[in-house]
């Protein structure tokens, strides 16, 4: 019995000494990888190792922008948790979870040629820098509580939009669960925006595939558009002065081609403080294609007349059949001109007399 205890002992002496040792170790490693990001830096305030459950913490990371004039840090997390996912052991695999709480991501854009204030992040490939932080292959992925941020301060006036309590959750990455399933990897995702818009996001993917197919639906609810004025006088030289937006959206990515649709809705819709050719035709961009809708229906039907309608439905198609294409910003790009056409063919319906 004594030798049990003093075998005991000694493993807990061990399991201690390998606790303290180690946390200052993957500090400073983890400290150097952030200070080596191309045209960004990074640091970390703390790390505590948790051996019992295969796993550790990072505390309080900040990554801002080497040069500029920008006040915020690009990125702000409270945690990130990195362990081993127990439940996929039981089925004989060892692969990793990641949890990050609270994080903040500050993007900032310029209206005009972009300078040292912009900060998007696009130079460093960010997953592959969080792949780096966890020695096992990522199969579950996790955000709570998460706020991005958008502003643009060249702008009059200044633009800030926000999402905010974003959560977030990505299970069977490595397709763990059952591989027989054709798109076996889940995506769900609800946020708040700018204005009490809510957004779910639920998505079935096949992440392993050369190109990766996925099915998803999205749902923007209760959008006041009286909270998004700053960005439309900033943008198109207009003003809302009520109503509300909706917006639901399906897309398929299958086979290499891109499928869906956007259906815009619009209700009790009132605009005013046009200012006709304002916007100069080299500039227009997102907002100026809607401003230009707006103008060529005319904004005298557009004053005090609410009405239901079935919203516009813009269907949404595209091809992936380059072999180094990257299939998000694919996705991004034809869902984005996809949406430009939905609310110029919406704004368009709207303007019609009675």
Do not use: C
Not at 230 to 248: R, S
Not at 319 to 339: E, G, H, I, K
Not at 342 to 354: G, H, M, T
């Amino acid at each position: 019995m004594k030798k049990l205890w003093i075998t005991l002992a000694i493993i807990l002496g061990i399991f201690l000494a390998l606790h303290f040792l180690l946390e200052p170790l993957v500090e400073r490693f983890v400290n150097k990888k952030l200070s080596n990001l191309e045209e960004y830096t990074g640091q970390i305030e703390d790390v505590d190792i948790h051996l019992y459950r295969g796993a550790y913490r990072i505390k309080n990371l900040n990554i801002r922008k080497i040069e500029g004039d920008t006040e915020k840090p690009f990125v702000e997390i409270d945690t990130i948790d990195l362990s081993v996912e127990w439940n996929a052991i039981f089925k004989g695999e060892i692969v990793g979870d990641v949890v990050i709480s609270r994080p903040v991501v500050n993007f900032v854009a310029t209206k005009e040629i972009p300078n040292d204030e912009e900060q998007s992040g696009e130079e460093v490939n960010w997953t592959e820098q969080l792949q780096e932080l966890m020695p096992l292959t990522i199969n579950r992925f996790e955000i709570r509580e998460g706020n991005i941020t958008y502003s643009d301060p060249s702008t009059d006036p200044k633009v800030e939009a926000y999402l905010e309590n974003l959560d977030l959750l990505l299970e069977n990455i490595s397709n763990v669960e059952d591989s027989t399933v054709a798109l076996p990897s889940s995506l769900k995702a609800t946020a708040t925006t700018l204005g009490g818009g809510n957004i779910d996001l639920n998505m079935k993917m096949n992440l392993l595939n050369e190109i990766p197919e996925f099915t998803s639906s999205l749902e923007l609810s209760d959008l006041d558009l009286t909270a998004l004025n700053e960005l439309f006088e900033a943008y198109a030289n207009f003003d809302v002065q009520n109503g509300t937006f909706a917006m639901i959206s399906e897309i398929t990515v299958e086979d290499q081609q891109i499928g869906g649709y956007i259906k815009p809705f619009f209700e009790n819709l009132d605009v005013f403080s046009f200012e006709e050719d304002v916007v100069e035709e080299e500039e227009k961009g997102f907002f100026g294609k809607i401003w230009e809708a707006l103008v060529g229906a005319g904004s005298e039907v557009l004053e005090n007349q609410p009405r239901d309608r079935v919203a516009t439905e813009v269907p949404i198609q595209g091809s992936l059949d380059q072999p180094d294409v990257d299939v998000s910003v694919t996705v991004w790009n034809v869902f984005r001109n996809a949406f430009v056409e939905a609310i110029q063919k919406e704004f368009e319906v709207q303007a019609q007399p009675s």
